[in-house]
Structure formats: C-alpha cells, structure tokens
C-alpha cells in the first residue's frame, strides 16, 4: 500500500456534496463535490482566489454555504459556528501560529480544559503533564511538557497546535500552509508526526503552495480553480507540471523565466559588517543588474544581514560603500536615502500597511513628491498609483480599496510598487513569493528580472532552493552568520547550497 499506508478505502469520513458560496456577486465555490477516507491525508491546491479559504471556512464555521450539503461518518450536519465544527471533530491549525507563547506546552495543549484536583479549582499539573506526554508519545515527538513555548522552535510551536488538536478528539485536521518558515529538518520532523496520524485513522487536509511538498506527503490531490473542483486524483497519477496546468488552466512553459540582464559596475560594496551574536565579518558585493541570493538554513543570519543593511538592526561595524560612496546607515530612513529598498517576509506584519487603501501604501515611501507646502497633491498620488497598478498589473476592484483584501501575490506587487515608486536602486527581497501561488509566483520573478533589465539590483533571500537556482545570478551561503560560499552560475546547485548551508 501507498504513502505509509492505513487508509481506510471504504471508510468515507467527511463527504462534501455540490457546495456553494457567493459573496455578492462573487461565486467563491460553485457546486464543489469531494470525499475524505479516514486516515486519508488530501492536498488542496488552488491559486490565491480559487476557494481553498472559503472552502476551509466553511468546514470550520467560519462562514455558512448556500447550498450543498456535508456528511461527516455518514450524517448530515450543518455547520453552522466553530463550536459546530470543533464537536463534530474538525479543528484548523493556520497558517499563522495560534500558541500561547508564555504558557507551557501542557497548557497550550489541554488550554481547553486543564485537569482540577478533585472537588478544587486547583490544577492537577501530575495529571496535565501526563495527559500532554501520552499525546506527544502517540505522536512519536519527544517535547517537554514544561517547556515555554516561546522557547520551542518554529516546528515545535506546530507540533504543539496539533497535539492540542488530538486532544480535542479531532478526527479531521486542516493544516494551512504548515511549513511555512521551517527549514529542512523541521519539515521532516513535521512530515513524521503528519504520517503517524495517518497511522491512527486521523484524515489530514494538507494545503501548501509547495508541490514538492504535496507530491511527497499526500495520498490524493483535490485542485480549485475559480471556485470549482478541476481535478481529484491520487498523487501517484499527478507530476508537478500537471498540478500547475490545473490550477492555471493553462501550461506555464517557464516557471522560472531568467532573462540574461547586462551586469555591469559594483552598485554596493559591504566590508567587515559585524552584528553582534548574529553576524560576523561579512564581506560581500552587489553589481547593477544583478539579482545575488542568499541562502541558509534557520539561524544562518541571511535575515539579520538583509535587515542590518536596511538600518532596522545597528551594525556593530561595517564598511559601506555605495557607487563608490562610504554610507553609514542608521536607520531605514538612511537607507530610503541611499536607494535603498526592503520588503520583509512577513509581509502581514512588517510589509503592508493593512489599515490603509492601496494608493496610500504605494505612496508611503516617497510623500515628498506630493508635498504641495502644507498640503499633500491627493492627484498626483492618484496618478501615481494608477500608474503602478497598471505596471504591475495588480488586480483590485479601486485604489481606495484596503490592501489587506487582496492577494498574497497583488499584497507583494504593491510593495515592489512602493519601493520602485521611491527610485530606489538596490531592492533587498525576503522571501519573495512566501505564500503566493505558482502563476503569482511566475510573474513576481518577471517583475524581479524586470528590474534588473532596466539597471537596478535585487539581493534576494529564500528557502526554496529551485528557486534560487531558477533565478539567481550568483549566491551567498551563509551559516552561524558567515559567508561560507559564493557561488557563480552553473555553481548554484541543490547539493552546493545544502552542503554550505550545513557547515559550522
């Protein structure tokens, strides 16, 4: 049997029969039909738009369908509010964790209801350490129960969601983009405790942007496009190229589309730039028209690095030059100043500016070009925005329109918009296409190739090695916050980076 064997062929668990949800006059799912078998773990794949939110929603009582109907062992049930959902044995981990960070492990595990001593409100911790180590045993993990969860790893804050889930008597668990931030190793360990579920009859609907990820970890694959089911099969009769053909209905012939930009004088020269605990002598340059990677596995310091040479963290010392100029940057303020632009991985947090509309986050890093004295020329920003939104092709429906309504994929373009609005020269990206779908993917690294065709230079950090190797001029490896390795063209290979990244 296939894929860690266990599941059940005849035991449907959840069936999901002609769903429907309109918003207005949006249709986000129109008649959508699938079944789930116990201890089944499906991929739900779709671009960012196609109903995998909604869909999601729906099963957790976030939002109510139309019409169609959902069976779980058999029963109609009507879902009408999370609580609904949680007894009929459905729970959501998000993409965005949910841990109390200052509790322990026990208490964000059994949060629900920690065990009293007998006839007291005083909590029976014996017990509570007991109950979270059976749980984390079934699970084949060995987490401390009394261990603060801020102090666990990005991995192990997941782990902990999903022991909470178990807990809760879940039989299905939705897992929204898990590995998000993980590196390698964590991604394993994840994939471990996701198939010893499998082995204990939990059904698993595993949605991730990554292929590769759904190939290895699914035994069936459901696609959304436009808010219909396009395709349902096993992983075993699906390659990568064919998942991506459904999701976009059409074949996206270069995924990774390189353009040969002409690559001309050093733009920015870094020598001896020490942050300290993080980052140590970091020597480095940047040519016009380049885009130069860098790559490492957690804790390499790449994110430091970007961040030190935007001004958010003070190099304890460096020498700095750009165009041949010694800089000393501050702040980002100073590095605005210098042209030079950052656009963070955590777009939701450090990247958009999510109360406000799409005209006002274009403009925000280049005010001084509207100031009219003590007023600021509202036209001009307008013109301005227009101007980008066309560039870029960013779908909205207005330019008043608040950017957290858009795409992951509109949210980045918009903030390319920003910094190419403010001429910067150098764009410093992190993670540029972390959670965007593959044909948004695409055209993000049309826009990165762009920009370096007409003469400016990206340093670009990501943990998604092929597309290092797709687009990348030359990378840097970094591990415990060195350089380990620069690597030029045909250099740039999985096995280099892999082999760099993990040096001490």
Same mark, same amino acid.
């Given at each position: 049997?296939?894929?860690?064997?266990?599941?059940?062929?005849?035991?449907?668990?959840?069936?999901?029969?002609?769903?429907?949800?309109?918003?207005?006059?949006?249709?986000?799912?129109?008649?959508?039909?699938?079944?789930?078998?116990?201890?089944?773990?499906?991929?739900?794949?779709?671009?960012?738009?196609?109903?995998?939110?909604?869909?999601?929603?729906?099963?957790?009582?976030?939002?109510?369908?139309?019409?169609?109907?959902?069976?779980?062992?058999?029963?109609?049930?009507?879902?009408?509010?999370?609580?609904?959902?949680?007894?009929?044995g459905i729970n959501i981990v998000h993409q965005e964790l949910t841990v109390f960070n200052y509790l322990n492990v026990a208490e964000n595990v059994?949060?629900?209801?920690?065990?009293?001593?007998?006839?007291?409100?005083?909590?029976?911790?014996?017990?509570?350490?007991?109950?979270?180590?059976?749980?984390?045993?079934?699970?084949?993990?060995?987490?401390?129960?009394?261990?603060?969860?801020?102090?666990?790893?990005?991995?192990?804050?997941?782990?902990?969601?999903?022991?909470?889930?178990?807990?809760?008597?879940?039989?299905?668990?939705?897992?929204?983009?898990?590995?998000?931030?993980?590196?390698?190793?964590?991604?394993?360990?994840?994939?471990?405790?996701?198939?010893?579920?499998?082995?204990?009859?939990?059904?698993?609907?595993?949605?991730?942007?990554?292929?590769?990820?759904?190939?290895?970890?699914?035994?069936?694959?459901?696609?959304?496009?436009?808010?219909?089911?396009?395709?349902?099969?096993?992983?075993?009769?699906?390659?990568?190229?064919? !998942?991506?053909?459904?999701?976009?209905?059409? $074949? /996206?012939?270069?995924? %990774?589309?390189? &353009?040969? *930009?002409?690559?001309? #004088?050093?733009?920015?020269?870094?020598?001896?730039?020490?942050?300290?605990?993080?980052?140590?002598? !970091?020597?480095?340059?940047?040519?016009?028209? $380049? /885009?130069?990677?860098? %790559?490492?596995? &957690?804790? *390499?310091?790449?994110? #430091?690095?970007?961040?030190?040479?935007?001004?958010?963290?003070?190099?304890?010392?460096?020498?700095?030059?750009?165009?041949?100029?010694?800089?000393?940057?501050?702040?980002?303020?100073?590095?605005?100043?210098?042209?030079?632009?950052?656009?963070?991985?955590?777009?939701?947090?450090?990247?958009?500016?999510?109360?406000?509309?799409?005209?006002?986050?274009?403009?925000?890093?280049?005010?001084?070009?509207?100031?009219?004295?003590?007023?600021?020329?509202?036209?001009?920003?307008?013109?301005?925005?227009?101007?980008?939104?066309?560039?870029?092709?960013?779908?909205?429906?207005?330019?008043?329109?608040?950017?957290?309504?858009?795409?992951?994929?509109?949210?980045?373009?918009?903030?390319?918009?920003?910094?190419?609005?403010?001429?910067?020269?150098?764009?410093?990206?992190?993670?540029?296409?972390?959670?965007?779908?593959?044909?948004?993917?695409?055209?993000?690294?049309?826009?990165?190739?762009?920009?370096?065709?007409?003469?400016?230079?990206?340093?670009?950090?990501?943990?998604?090695?092929?597309?290092?190797?797709?687009?990348?001029?030359?990378?840097?490896?970094?591990?415990?916050?060195?350089?380990?390795?620069?690597?030029?063209?045909?250099?740039?290979?999985?096995?280099?980076?892999?082999?760099?990244?993990?040096?001490?």
């Amino acid at each position: 049997m296939d894929k860690n064997t266990a599941v059940s062929k005849n035991l449907t668990l959840l069936k999901v029969t002609r769903v429907t949800k309109s918003f207005s006059s949006i249709k986000a799912l129109s008649e959508v039909s699938f079944e789930l078998k116990k201890g089944e773990i499906l991929g739900l794949v779709g671009e960012n738009g196609a109903g995998k939110s909604t869909l999601v929603n729906i099963l957790g009582g976030i939002y109510k369908k139309d019409d169609g109907e959902i069976l779980i062992n058999g029963k109609q049930v009507d879902i009408k509010n999370p609580i609904i959902s949680k007894n009929e044995g459905i729970n959501i981990v998000h993409q965005e964790l949910t841990v109390f960070n200052y509790l322990n492990v026990a208490e964000n595990v059994l949060i629900d209801g920690l065990p009293r001593l007998k006839k007291t409100s005083i909590i029976n911790w014996p017990k509570a350490y007991k109950v979270t180590k059976d749980i984390l045993k079934r699970l084949k993990v060995e987490i401390n129960p009394r261990a603060i969860v801020e102090k666990l790893s990005i991995a192990n804050k997941r782990i902990t969601e999903i022991a909470r889930a178990i807990h809760a008597k879940g039989q299905i668990l939705i897992l929204d983009e898990p590995t998000t931030a993980l590196n390698n190793n964590d991604v394993r360990s994840l994939f471990s405790v996701i198939k010893e579920m499998k082995k204990a009859g939990i059904s698993v609907i595993f949605i991730s942007h990554l292929l590769d990820e759904i190939l290895e970890i699914c035994d069936r694959v459901i696609i959304l496009r436009d808010g219909k089911l396009v395709c349902d099969k096993q992983c075993s009769d699906l390659d990568r190229n064919t !998942i991506i053909k459904y999701m976009v209905g059409k $074949e /996206i012939s270069e995924q %990774y589309p390189k &353009i040969k *930009s002409k690559i001309n #004088e050093i733009v920015l020269n870094v020598n001896n730039l020490n942050l300290r605990d993080f980052l140590f002598d !970091i020597n480095f340059n940047l040519r016009e028209g $380049e /885009i130069l990677a860098l %790559y490492g596995l &957690i804790g *390499s310091g790449c994110s #430091e690095l970007a961040r030190t040479l935007f001004g958010i963290n003070l190099a304890s010392s460096a020498f700095i030059k750009i165009k041949d100029k010694e800089v000393r940057i501050k702040d980002p303020i100073d590095a605005i100043r210098y042209g030079i632009g950052y656009i963070s991985a955590d777009r939701k947090f450090e990247g958009i500016l999510s109360t406000l509309n799409i005209k006002d986050n274009i403009n925000v890093a280049n005010l001084n070009a509207g100031d009219k004295g003590i007023l600021m020329d509202n036209n001009f920003f307008k013109k301005n925005s227009t101007y980008w939104v066309d560039k870029m092709k960013i779908k909205i429906d207005n330019l008043d329109q608040k950017i957290q309504k858009l795409s992951g994929g509109n949210q980045q373009k918009v903030l390319i918009s920003r910094w190419l609005n403010s001429n910067c020269k150098i764009l410093i990206f992190d993670e540029p296409t972390k959670g965007i779908d593959v044909g948004a993917k695409t055209e993000i690294y049309k826009i990165m190739e762009d920009i370096c065709q007409k003469g400016a230079s990206i340093i670009m950090i990501s943990v998604d090695i092929d597309e290092i190797i797709g687009i990348a001029d030359r990378a840097l490896v970094l591990s415990s916050g060195k350089v380990m390795k620069e690597l030029n063209g045909e250099e740039i290979t999985k096995e280099n980076l892999l082999f760099y990244a993990s040096k001490i």
